[in-house]
Antibody, heavy 124, light 108 residues
Framework: QVQVQQWGAGLLKPSETLSLTCAVYGGSLSRNYWGWVRQPPGKGLEWIGEFSQSGTTNYNPSLRGRAAISVDRSKNQFSLKLSSVTAADTAIYFC???????????????????WGKGTTVIVS | SSELTQDPDVSVALGQTVRITCQGDSLRSYYASWYQQKPGQAPVLVIFGKNNRPSGIPDRFSVSSSGSTASLTITGAQAEDEADYYCNSRDNSENNVQFGGGTKLTVL
C-alpha cells in the first residue's frame, strides 16, 4: 500500500519561501501524477499543482507563478516551493497521489487516492 | 473561470438518505470524485470514476450524474458519516484542477 510522509517548516515570515517535501513509500514517482493541495483554516481545499510521470508540471494559475514542484527520483521524493508568501498562504498543505485518465466512450476521470497527513504552515 | 458549486450545509436524519450535489461545466466531460473530511484529518476518497468506491468505503455511498451536475448519495446515513464532503474535477480547457467549496453534512 502506497504511503506518503511529508515535512517542512511550519512558521514563516511574509516574503519568505515555503518549502515542503513528500516522501513516497511503496509506490513510484514514475507512475501516476503527484502533487500538492492546501486548505486554509476553516476553508475548503485548493489545488496547488502536480507533475506527471514524465516530469511535466502544472500549477494553479491563481498562484501567479510562485509555486514550483521539483522531483528527486533517486530518493522517491518530491518537493514544493512557494515563494513570496503572505498571510493568505497560511494553510494545511497536503501532498497527494493523483490518478487521471479517460474512459470510453470519452469521459475523463481525475481523483486523489493517497493523501499525506498534512503540514500546517503559518505565515506571520 | 469555471468552478464547482456545492451547497454549504446539508442535514439528514439518522438512517435516512441524503444527496449532496456538485455543479460545474467540467462535469459534462469529467466524472466527479468525492472526498470525506473529518475535523483534523486529511480528506479520504470515497467515490471515483463512474461509481467506484475504494476498498473500505461502505456501499451506502454512491454517485450519479446528469449534465453538469454530479450527486453523491448516502443511503442510510450513519452518525460516522457526519463530515465535510468535497467534489473534485479537472477543467481541460483551463488546464486546472477544481474542488467544490465543500458541504458540511450533519446527521441528526
Amino acid at each position: 500500500q502506497v504511503q506518503v510522509q511529508q515535512w517542512g517548516a511550519g512558521l514563516l515570515k511574509p516574503s519568505e519561501t515555503l518549502s515542503l517535501t513528500c516522501a513516497v513509500y511503496g509506490g513510484s514517482l514514475s507512475r501516476n501524477y503527484w502533487g500538492w493541495v492546501r486548505q486554509p483554516p476553516g476553508k475548503g481545499l485548493e489545488w496547488i499543482g502536480e507533475f506527471s510521470q514524465s516530469g511535466t508540471t502544472n500549477y494553479n494559475p491563481s498562484l501567479r507563478g510562485r509555486a514550483a514542484i521539483s522531483v528527486d527520483r533517486s530518493k522517491n521524493q518530491f518537493s514544493l516551493k512557494l515563494s513570496s508568501v503572505t498571510a493568505a498562504d497560511t494553510a494545511i498543505y497536503f501532498c497527494a497521489r493523483v490518478d487521471r485518465g479517460v474512459l470510453p466512450p470519452f469521459y475523463y476521470y481525475y481523483y486523489i487516492d493517497v493523501w499525506g497527513k498534512g503540514t500546517t504552515v503559518i505565515v506571520s | 473561470s469555471s468552478e464547482l458549486t456545492q451547497d454549504p450545509d446539508v442535514s439528514v436524519a439518522l438512517g435516512q438518505t441524503v444527496r449532496i450535489t456538485c455543479q460545474g461545466d467540467s462535469l459534462r466531460s469529467y466524472y466527479a470524485s468525492w472526498y470525506q473530511q473529518k475535523p483534523g484529518q486529511a480528506p479520504v476518497l470515497v467515490i471515483f470514476g463512474k461509481n467506484n468506491r475504494p476498498s473500505g468505503i461502505p456501499d451506502r455511498f454512491s454517485v450519479s450524474s446528469s449534465g453538469s451536475t454530479a450527486s453523491l448519495t448516502i443511503t442510510g446515513a450513519q452518525a460516522e458519516d457526519e463530515a465535510d464532503y468535497y467534489c473534485n474535477s479537472r477543467d481541460n480547457s483551463e488546464n486546472n484542477v477544481q474542488f467544490g467549496g465543500g458541504t458540511k453534512l450533519t446527521v441528526l
